[in-house]
């Protein structure tokens, strides 16, 4: 088991749009995916704002300089037989759309040496870590949230590599969510759990239509008693691996020194977008740190496009979903339970082809 060691800054979260002067494309955002089960309701919520500039020659965005808020709010009442099958679920799903894109100032940043806020609109979301939070409201949802880490980030991009040499910066953070979500007059009371990505990418390497083809990428996060589950599989770069986050401590398991393995099995039509999408998983990683077997079921699911491409775009889907988790630590920690489980998935819809 590693122990914490939080090594989050506020000045990871500074803006990066200055590196647009010099002519470079820019993608970031401060998201964040909560989910809960409060009385007999589901509620997958996903917020983030965005910085999106295009305008590198030979790079992927149709965009010039915009801001971007984003919610996406899945909730709903799933008893019985209706978890063992995807529906057609309602949800809401509002800021990604060419038609919701903001002028770039309409995103305010600052930084200091005790924290970071990003305010869009009305809401603002605050980075003091190992602490976070979001206040306000867009899209008719009102959100009141603390956010405290659960073990320590996980950096998918060398920190200590300049983002303009390596043109990404890209860090995840489990945390606990507490607080309310205000929505159709109704109060949700949160006591759930939440999973952080903090993600920077600048020049032209960044090209989701091209790097996001066939498997995409996927994102697997779950909670049981007292502890998480995170997971990526992004094939095309050969990178896999997943964490066992507890409050005090966790394990993980990255390819290659550890055994990693996501597999989708099952699929479902979907009747809205009549795209055919996964609908059951198994997750199987084993190495130093131990064992971790995951078996998930969807039962819900929503879903939005990013159109933001010169030539092409992708479909992001998120699905809540029923699991069991078996894991056998190295430490001696060993179980099996039943977790509230979130799968996230991004991959190419269409692509423009020039005879090839």
């Known amino acids: 088991m590693k122990p914490r060691a939080p090594l989050v800054k506020p000045s990871d979260y500074r803006d990066h749009r200055p590196l647009t002067e010099r002519g470079l494309n820019l993608w970031e955002n401060h998201g964040w995916m909560i989910w809960d089960h409060v009385g007999d309701e589901d509620v997958l919520l996903w917020l983030s704002p965005y910085r999106l500039v295009g305008r590198q020659p030979g790079g992927p965005f149709a965009v010039d300089d915009v801001a971007i808020s984003q919610t996406l709010l899945l909730r709903g009442r799933f008893d019985g037989g209706d978890r063992q099958r995807l529906s057609d679920s309602r949800f809401l799903a509002v800021g990604y759309d060419l038609g919701d894109h903001l002028p770039g100032d309409a995103l305010s940043v600052t930084v200091d040496d005790h924290q970071a806020t990003w305010a869009i609109g009305d809401r603002v979301f605050t980075a003091a870590p190992p602490r976070w939070a979001i206040q306000g409201e867009h899209a008719g949802v009102d959100v009141d949230l603390e956010l405290p880490a659960m073990g320590s980030p996980f950096w998918l991009a060398d920190p200590a590599v300049p983002v303009e040499e390596s043109e990404e910066r890209w860090f995840t953070q489990c945390a606990r969510a507490r607080g309310t979500i205000r929505h159709n007059g109704e109060t949700l009371h949160i006591d759930g759990y939440a999973s952080h990505e903090r993600h920077v990418h600048c020049g032209t390497r960044y090209d989701p239509p091209r790097l996001l083809a066939a498997s995409g990428v996927t994102w697997h996060s779950g909670s049981g008693d007292g502890m998480q589950v995170i997971a990526l599989s992004r094939p095309?770069?050969?990178?896999?691996w997943a964490r066992l986050v507890f409050d005090d401590a966790e394990a993980e398991f990255r390819a290659p020194?550890?055994?990693?393995?996501?597999?989708?099995?099952?699929?479902?039509?979907?009747?809205?977008?009549?795209?055919?999408?996964?609908?059951?998983?198994?997750?199987?990683?084993?190495?130093?740190?131990?064992?971790?077997?995951?078996e998930a079921r969807a039962f819900a699911r929503a879903y939005y496009l990013w159109p933001h491409f010169r030539h092409g775009a992708t479909v992001l889907y998120w699905w809540l979903a029923d699991a069991r988790v078996a894991f056998q630590l190295a430490d001696g920690r060993r179980g099996e339970q039943a977790f509230r489980y979130v799968v996230h998935d991004n991959r190419l819809v269409y692509r423009q082809h020039l005879d090839d």
């Open 236 to 240: 095309s770069l050969g990178l896999a």
């Open 257 to 294: 020194a550890s055994n990693c393995r996501i597999e989708e099995r099952d699929a479902w039509v979907d009747p809205a977008s009549r795209i055919t999408v996964p609908s059951a998983w198994r997750a199987v990683f084993s190495g130093p740190a131990g064992s971790l077997e995951i």
